[in-house]
Structure formats: structure tokens, C-alpha cells
């Protein structure tokens, strides 16, 4: 197969530009106990970083990622179903819990990419 032209573009900083905006929405929502846009945020998130997730056959992040998801919106369907019919507004310790260990996760998995890293010199000279 034919390998694509590279952009002379670098879309880098724009990339790190929407991870730093989702991880921002993740922390809102979590705090805000906002189950259906926490969800959807790291739902994002993951799609973001699913390029960065290894596919090894003994640690395959995509498929730990995306059952974890399968759970989630199944158990964030079945919360907004019941908030809907009864008005309950309190989160299950459970739904929060895996959502909370999804949004783990997806952190470390940005941790090991290497997107995570902390500079000792000052973040705008890295940019020039």
C-alpha cells in the first residue's frame, strides 16, 4: 500500500489544544456530578487518544477502552432513564465510580504516551 504525502502542517499543538479542552470538560462535569456530559466527555477524550493506545495482545487498550465504554452506556442509559421517570438526581457510588476509573484510564494512558510530560524550562520556548 502506498504511503500518504506528509503535511508540511503539524497539527500538534491544535491536538493538544482539544485534549487539554476535553480533560478541562471531564474535570467539570465530574465535579458538577454531571453523569451524561462526563460520559460524553470522555467518550471524546478516548477517541482522541485512541491512536495512542497500544494494541499489544497481552495489554490491548482499545478493546480494555471500549468495553469499559460498553458498560458505561449501558449503566449512563439506564441512570438518565431513571432520572427521567422518577426525577432522581443522585448518582449511583457504582456509576461513579466507573466513570471515575474510566477517566484514570484514559489519563494514564496519556501519561504514557509521553503527552504528560513536565518541562523544566519554561512551555513557550518549547513552541518556537
Given at each position: 500500500m502506498k504511503e500518504?504525502?506528509?503535511s508540511e502542517f503539524s497539527g500538534d499543538v491544535?491536538?493538544?489544544?482539544?485534549?487539554?479542552?476535553?480533560?478541562?470538560?471531564?474535570n467539570v462535569h465530574s465535579m458538577?456530578?454531571?453523569?451524561?456530559?462526563?460520559?460524553?466527555?470522555?467518550?471524546?477524550?478516548?477517541?482522541?487518544?485512541?491512536?495512542?493506545?497500544?494494541?499489544?495482545k497481552d495489554n490491548n487498550e482499545?478493546?480494555?477502552a471500549n468495553k469499559?465504554?460498553?458498560?458505561?452506556?449501558?449503566?449512563?442509559g439506564k441512570y438518565m432513564n431513571r432520572r427521567k421517570r422518577h426525577g432522581?438526581?443522585?448518582?449511583?457510588?457504582?456509576?461513579?465510580?466507573?466513570?471515575?476509573?474510566?477517566?484514570?484510564f484514559l489519563r494514564q494512558v496519556l501519561k504514557k504516551s509521553g503527552l504528560q510530560l513536565r518541562l523544566k524550562e519554561y512551555a513557550g520556548s518549547a513552541l518556537r
Open positions: 500518504r504525502d506528509q491544535n491536538y493538544l489544544d482539544r485534549l487539554n479542552a476535553l480533560l478541562n470538560s471531564c458538577n456530578l454531571n453523569v451524561y456530559s462526563w460520559y460524553h466527555s470522555l467518550n471524546a477524550l478516548f477517541r482522541e487518544l485512541s491512536t495512542e493506545m497500544q494494541e499489544k482499545i478493546d480494555t469499559i465504554m460498553k458498560s458505561l452506556r449501558d449503566n449512563v432522581i438526581s443522585n448518582i449511583d457510588p457504582e456509576l461513579y465510580d466507573e466513570l471515575h476509573t474510566f477517566d484514570l
